[in-house]
């Protein structure tokens, strides 16, 4: 059965490329305008329900996945230049960031789907203004909520980390996605032919 992932994000396919199950990657285009008062939990499974149903292929399997990410209970966009980026840091700066990441994964011809939203909270240390700037300047996390790449030089500004799956972090929590695998029937990890 083909696997598709509904995301042009080089961080989830590297991901999902560590179950080394083949998959094919289609670009969403979905509306993420944000709903009024909706909790972040409950933004991030309909985006991610919402990527999964963009795929239009006959007898796949479509996975789709968003993290919101929040700092007591304030929406954490990308912050998309460096001089945002230092403002983010310095705003969360010996705070918790709150993500919550959430997976879908949809049969496209039974319609058959279920759904995962794992948590992740973040306490970023104390950072001061010179060091949030090299930091920026360096890294360049200008597309990630939370102003860092916690799979780079980011985990240097973590206090601690708390979550069930550390992937979920990054952008698509692998744990979830073998759990929906598996009942969606794909045996993982994959039986090879013995050489």
């Known amino acids: 059965m ?8 080089p961080y989830r396919a590297a991901l999902l490329r560590r179950l080394r199950i083949p998959f094919d990657t289609v670009d969403p285009q979905i ?13 991030a499974r309909r985006l991610a329900a919402s990527k999964a149903d ?12 968003d993290q919101v990410a929040c700092l007591e209970g304030k929406i954490l966009r990308k912050p998309l230049t460096q001089d945002a980026a ?3 840091l310095l705003s969360c700066s010996g705070r918790i960031i709150r993500f919550s990441t959430a997976v879908s994964l949809r049969h496209t011809g039974s319609q058959w789907r279920d759904d995962r939203v794992v ?7 104390d950072i001061s203004q010179p060091e949030a700037e ?4 360096v890294d360049q996390p ?6 860092f790449k916690w799979e780079s030089l980011g985990i240097s500004l973590f206090r601690s980390i708390n979550t069930e799956d550390p992937t979920a972090l990054e952008g698509l929590p692998l744990i979830a996605v073998c759990d929906l695998l598996r009942e969606a029937g794909v045996s ?3 039986l090879s032919e013995k050489i």
């Open 2 to 9: 083909k696997l598709i992932l509904a995301s042009t994000s």
């Open 54 to 65: 963009s795929v239009i292929a006959p007898n796949a399997l479509a996975i789709g996945s």
């Open 31 to 43: 509306d993420e305008t944000p709903i009024v008062g909706e909790p972040p939990k409950d933004r």
């Open 119 to 125: 948590f992740c909270d973040v306490r970023l240390r």
């Open 86 to 88: 230092v403002q983010q």
């Open 142 to 147: 200008l597309r990630c909520a939370g102003s």
């Open 188 to 190: 993982l990890p994959l």
């Open 134 to 137: 090299n930091y920026v300047h």
